[in-house]
């Protein structure tokens, strides 16, 4: 039997097939401002012969698709752990939302913790700070790597924090001081998110972010463990949605 | 419905904006309300009560106001009504759920402010409430500084009394809040020109008791496995009391719960006996704040009690009904609402063991406790009531929302998948 999981975020779509428990397809793509139709250009690519949908356009593909769902907690817990059997907790960082997930010893969501509402420290948050910068958002982390930790940025706010970067390019600081401090604000913030439903090894860093590797930095260095970062953190969620369309 | 186009000029309401108020709270009703699956027969009376929110009542009081009743209006349930009703006035719990005239409200009031306060200045300062309008007089309290302080404001526009209410219970404070409330007694004598007479004063006090027997009657049938009503509209019977004619009120809520009980008998619920129950807890959900039962009810949960002065803290408490003389029943109206757990109070550890309490008796599987963005007493108390309620084992989603549509998807996955981890 073949599962398709499909993640539709906000920024990307993510589309996984497994057979006997094996990953046989993986496809990302951005998602457009006409989500259904992208869906439907995938679907119609594949073969398949159970869907699950999860993220911000699951209940979509329900109505068009009469897909099962779930949340992006519930698939990414699965995903996290299909990957790697002890991990116990999962920090997510997407396009638009924050997560973070504890998992007891079987695996099972005992608590998590979403941002509301707005970007604040997200990936879209990071997009937009790195086009201020002139950097393209695949070098930004590496970027970051190489700036002082002399500045300090104080605000989440995506309007906000530009006013603050503006005004420091204005006042000559370099541009990687500045990503850095970007950097730095985002991880205390998904830090504090991760202490609030506990921290217990293997964490599992996951999304689009986890790319990042000054993230990865940051993160490492506040909580003071290693990360797990898996091969392809952008599909973990899509992984988790084909597994359990397959137990479904 | 009739036309009562004429009687809301009369009261200086603004049409056109009044007319857009009333599609936009057909249009939710319809949604969150009519799309309901197996709702009791009994709901339809309080359809109608909805139907005809700023009809049918507003002209009631009208006509009462014509044969001499005074009209108060209230924002909290801090305030016993059972004075008002004693000298044969009416009191209504003026309702501040929407997200309407927050301009208006917004060019008097700071912007993070909680939006309970900014509703009710909305309201009136956009001239779209009927009931503000009518009133002859508003009682304020001095609960939170957000509160207390927006009256000061809201005095400009409308006569308003306040009546200070204690942040503590020892002896003094029960002596400070006994003088309020026979100030309160002067002021509701002075305003209507009868004296609340001992009789009458029991009387108002049955009359009112009843009522939070009736509510409390159906909150019990909604221990049961199924439960035969939806949190929904528990929660709307919940918010109309607070504006609906008390005794008829009264008489439909027990002919619910006779229908109610018929349900139970048969084993019939509103939902599946595997449904995942919870327990609402927090601020106030005034009418028409209808937004997170609508997301709980969607995500495959039910509602099956409200910790909430809404709901279970405004019929906890009864007075005491034995009194004669007015000393006596003074005394038990001030014994009956410092028993209020409200999260003004400091301490404030009753609440939690209610909410403990609650949580077993109504065998919920989860509690959402749910406050109003800037409501600063609530939201700080919540930290010590997840604290408490993982103690004992039972899981805890904590949410901060608004009356705004904006976080509805976020608010769906948030419980959706609180929801997955209670099933
Ligand atoms: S929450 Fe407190 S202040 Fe607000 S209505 Fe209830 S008792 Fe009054
Ligand atoms: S909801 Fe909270 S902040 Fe708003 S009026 Fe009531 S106690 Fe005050």
């Given amino acids: 039997m073949k599962c398709l999981g499909i993640d539709i975020g906000s920024r990307t779509i993510k589309l996984t097939i497994m057979k006997n428990g094996k990953p046989i397809y993986m496809h990302k793509s951005l998602n457009t401002y006409d989500p259904i139709n992208e869906v439907k250009k995938h679907l119609n690519d594949v073969e398949y012969d159970v869907m699950l949908a999860t993220g911000y356009g699951r209940s979509l593909a329900q109505r068009e698709f009469n897909a099962e769902t779930v949340t992006e907690i519930k698939a990414f817990a699965v995903g996290a752990r299909h990957l790697f059997p002890e991990c116990r907790t999962i920090l997510d960082i997407g396009g638009q939302d924050t997560k973070a997930i504890s998992l007891n010893d079987a695996g099972k969501v005992v608590k998590f913790e979403m941002n509301d509402r707005c970007a604040a420290g997200t990936g879209r948050f990071l997009e937009v700070m790195a086009k201020i910068l002139g950097y393209e958002i695949d070098e930004f982390g590496n970027a970051a790597l190489k700036g002082d930790d002399n500045i300090q940025i104080s605000s989440m706010c995506t309007v906000f924090a530009e006013t603050e970067v503006i005004s420091l390019l204005a006042r000559g600081e370099k541009r990687e001081n500045i990503a850095r401090a970007l950097h730095r604000a985002i991880a205390k913030r998904s830090s504090a998110m991760l202490k609030r439903v506990g921290v217990i090894e293997p964490v599992v860093f996951a999304g689009g972010v986890a790319q990042n590797p000054c993230m990865i930095e940051f993160l490492e260095e506040m909580l003071d463990i290693s990360l797990v970062v898996p091969e392809d953190p952008q599909i973990v969620g899509a992984l988790g949605a084909a597994i359990l369309a397959g137990e479904k | ?423």
């Fill in chain 2, 1 to 423: 419905m009739a036309d009562y186009r004429e009687m809301w000029r009369s009261l200086g309401i603004d049409l056109e904006s009044h007319d857009n108020l009333l599609d936009i709270l057909g249009k939710l009703y319809g949604d969150i309300y009519l799309s309901q699956n197996k709702r009791p027969e009994g709901m339809e009376y309080l359809d109608f009560v909805v139907s005809e929110v700023h009809g049918y009542r507003i002209k009631e009081l009208l006509d009462a106001q014509k044969v001499g009743s005074k009209v108060f209006g209230t924002f909290c349930v801090f305030v016993p009504e059972e004075l008002i009703w004693a000298a044969d006035g009416i009191c209504v719990g003026l309702c501040a759920g929407a997200e309407i005239g927050k301009g208006d409200a917004e060019k008097v009031l700071p912007r993070s402010i909680c939006p309970l306060i900014k509703s009710f200045m909305g309201f009136k300062l956009a001239h779209l409430c009927p009931y503000t309008e009518l009133c002859d007089l508003i009682i304020g309290e001095t609960t939170c500084d957000g509160k207390k302080k927006a009256f000061e404001i809201f005095s400009e526009f409308k006569s308003t009394y306040v009546m200070e209410t204690p942040q503590m219970k020892r002896e003094k404070d029960y002596d400070l809040w006994r003088n309020e409330v026979y100030k309160l007694k002067e002021k509701v004598e002075e305003v209507t020109g009868k004296e609340i007479t001992p009789e009458r004063l029991k009387s108002a006090i049955k009359l009112i008791n009843d009522r939070r027997r009736a509510l409390k009657r159906l909150n019990k049938l909604r221990r049961e496995i199924p439960v035969p009503i939806s949190g929904r509209d528990a929660l709307l019977i919940n918010q109309i009391s607070f504006y609906d004619d008390p005794k008829r009120f009264t008489e439909k809520v027990n002919l619910l719960c006779d229908e109610l009980e018929k349900r139970i008998e048969r084993k019939e619920g509103v939902v599946s006996d595997k449904t995942v129950r919870v327990l609402l807890a927090g601020s106030p959900m005034a009418l028409p704040n209808w937004k997170l039962p609508g997301v709980i009810e969607s995500s495959g949960a039910v509602i099956v009690d409200e910790e909430s002065c809404i709901g279970e803290r405004n019929i906890r408490a009864m007075v005491d009904e034995s009194g004669e003389t007015m000393e006596e029943l003074i005394d038990a109206l001030v014994d009956r609402y410092m028993q209020i757990d409200c999260a003004c109070f400091t301490p404030n550890n009753e609440r939690i063991e209610h909410i403990i309490q609650l949580a077993k008796d109504f065998k919920v599987d989860g509690v959402i406790h749910y406050t109003l963005q800037f409501c600063d007493p609530y939201l700080v108390e919540s930290y010590k009531v997840e604290k408490a309620l993982e103690k004992e084992g039972i899981p805890v989603l904590r949410i901060e929302t608004d009356y705004s549509m904006e976080d509805v998807e976020q608010l769906k996955t948030r419980i959706e998948a609180f929801v997955e981890v209670l099933r």
